[in-house]
C-alpha cells in the first residue's frame, strides 16, 4: 500500500510501525467503512496530534520509548468531509481513497488492510 506525500519509503514505514507501542481512538469506528491512513511528523512520542487542516482525526500511534530522533513520524486515521461517512452520495460512495484501511484490522505495528466493508458499494454493484 503506497502512502502519498507522507513517506515513499517501504522501510522508513516499517520503521514506523516498529515504534509503535499502541493505537489511541479519540471516536469509535463502529459505524465506519474505513479510516485514511497519514504519517505525520511530530514532535513527541505520545500524546494528543492535532486533526487535519481538511478532515476530522478518528485516532492516532503513540511509540515506545525505543523510538529515536527529534522528529517522531506518527500515524494518524483520518477522515475528510467528502468520505462516506459524511456524504454517502459523494464521491466515495462506490470508491475509496488510495490510503484507505478497515480500522477494526488496524493494530499498533499493523497497517491495516481493506476489506469488504472498505469496498463499499462497489463490492455490492460488483458482487
Not at 462516506?84 to 488510495?98: E, I, L
Not at 499498533?108 to 463499499?120: E, F, L, P
Amino acid at each position: 500500500m503506497e502512502f502519498k506525500g507522507d513517506t515513499d519509503d517501504k522501510q522508513d514505514v516499517a520503521e514506523i510501525l516498529r515504534c509503535e507501542q499502541c493505537i489511541l481512538w479519540k471516536e469509535s469506528f463502529d459505524d465506519l467503512d474505513y479510516v485514511r491512513i497519514a504519517f505525520v511528523p511530530h514532535r513527541n512520542r505520545k500524546g494528543p496530534i492535532r486533526s487535519p487542516r481538511n478532515g476530522r482525526l478518528i485516532g492516532y500511534a503513540e511509540h515506545d520509548d525505543g523510538a529515536l530522533g527529534p522528529h517522531h513520524m506518527r500515524r494518524i486515521f483520518w477522515l475528510k468531509p467528502c468520505d462516506r461517512d459524511s456524504d454517502p452520495t459523494g464521491p466515495y460512495a462506490v470508491n475509496y481513497p488510495d490510503e484507505a484501511v478497515d480500522p477494526r484490522t488496524v493494530t499498533a505495528g499493523v497497517i491495516g488492510r481493506r476489506t469488504d466493508r472498505v469496498w463499499g458499494a462497489l463490492n455490492r454493484v460488483i458482487a
